[in-house]
């Protein structure tokens, strides 16, 4: 990438935030009084009806060297910058009295200057929800929508970039105060070029056991296999089935937090080679504690533990290979892309196979708006070809956010990758990785 595009996207981005920051800084104190009103603001109501509308538009600038952002591959003596624009309006009708409302999201998301330019406007969400269906606690939600469960190790909203949506239904039971349930069915939008045809199904449901606590299980059918692949089977392949069986325990005792979260999957995906399939039989899950200290800047510590089983062997008639995200904003995998999840990470189309992580940090707020994050990520594989290191690398993150106000927001990273023996081994290449970003967004 030339100097000269870089530059530009820095003074753009350079730019603009000052401009914002000039011109709503002044806006801080207006927004500490209206966050007093007790009243949800509303832009129109009539009589039981209320109509609202707002949006959202992230400007965000990507700079890498040693890696490539299309695939986020590791790309030796290789530098790219982008810059990315996603802006989102929605609108909504509501009437409280039969508790049914109608939702519309658009979305335009653009990348220039990289590898992989494009831009696209979508309808990414809309969607008609019926709460307490006549009168029981019975609730539907069709048409296009987000899922996000628990912490989002299983699924997320891939709130990073361009989003994930999914044209469907869901119900929501809730029999009593402490128990939730959903049952959906859905098929994911294709918001990519290379989004492969995924079909999901399945219930999640939530108990809560204590004030700040719950118990929470799900299972759920995946037809098509996962966004994110390497070579064990097609990109594309709509015989892959895998079921996904878990458990999450999380809450938090006082200062201290916790997350267990293990997974089980099973099912067919097709073979590396000749015809047949495999069965699936995979397990992963992680484990997360923290504690908030009473301090000056409130300091938190945390640590996390993942695994993800492996496979190295293709021709026995057994898939191993844990696969437990679909598009997820799992803080776990670091924020580089790296390793997208825990079924491994390719290096020159040779495969480290399933994935040990290890996570240390500590997070801080010297300013009431101002959070300053450190974290480690230690990556090992399981499965590697005969004579290979199971090591793959180490990963430090420094991502920092600043709240200007209520609507204003900027985030900041800087990232870096020390590759271990594997990538050296498997691309003739020890540099390491470097990856920064700067973003501001704006919310109305």
Known sequence: MALSLKKGVVYLLFIIFSSWSAAFSSLADEDKEKDKGSEREVLLRLGEWEFDAGGQVRLKGDFARNQNFTNFAFTPDHKEAQFLERTRLQGSVENHAVNLEAYVQIQWYGRWGGLDNRSAFDLYQGYIQWEKVLGLPI???????????????FIGTNDFYNGLSWDGLKASLNPFEKLAVDILGAKMVKLNP?????????????????????????????????????????????????????????????????????????????????????????????????????????????????????????????????????????????????????????????????????????????LAKLNVTLRVHRFLANRVPSGFSKDIGTELDLPISYKLTKVISFLVGLDRFFTGRFFRQASGSGKNIDYAYIQAEVEF
Not at 139 to 153: C, H, N, V
Not at 269 to 275: A, C, F, P, R
Not at 291 to 305: D, M, Q, S
Request: aromatic fraction near 18%; hydrophobic fraction near 35%; include cysteine.
């Open 139 to 153: 609730g539907l939600k069709a048409g296009r929508q987000e899922f996000l469960y628990g912490s989002a190790f």
């Open 194 to 366: 290379r989004d492969p045809d995924i079909y999901l199904a399945g219930l999640y449901t939530t108990y809560k056991i204590v004030k700040e606590g719950s118990l929470e299980g799900y299972l759920f059918f995946n037809r098509g296999g996962f966004p994110i692949f390497h070579r064990e089977f097609a990109l594309i392949d709509s015989g892959q089935e895998w079921c996904t069986l878990g458990a999450r325990l999380a809450g938090k005792l006082g200062r201290f937090d916790y997350e267990l979260e293990p997974q089980f999957q099973w099912g067919r995906v097709e073979k590396v080679t000749g015809d047949g399939r495999d069965l699936i039989r995979a397990y992963g899950g992680h484990l997360d504690l923290g504690y908030t200290f009473k301090f000056t800047w409130e300091p938190r510590i945390f640590a996390a533990y993942a695994y993800g089983s492996g496979d190295n062997n293709p021709f026995d008639g057994r898939f191993r290979e844990f696969h437990g995200s679909i598009y997820n904003d799992s803080y776990l995998y670091g924020d580089m892309n790296v390793v997208a999840d825990q079924s491994g990470v390719t290096a020159n189309n040779i495969h480290a196979s399933g994935l040990q992580i290890w996570v240390g940090g500590i997070s801080v707020k010297p």
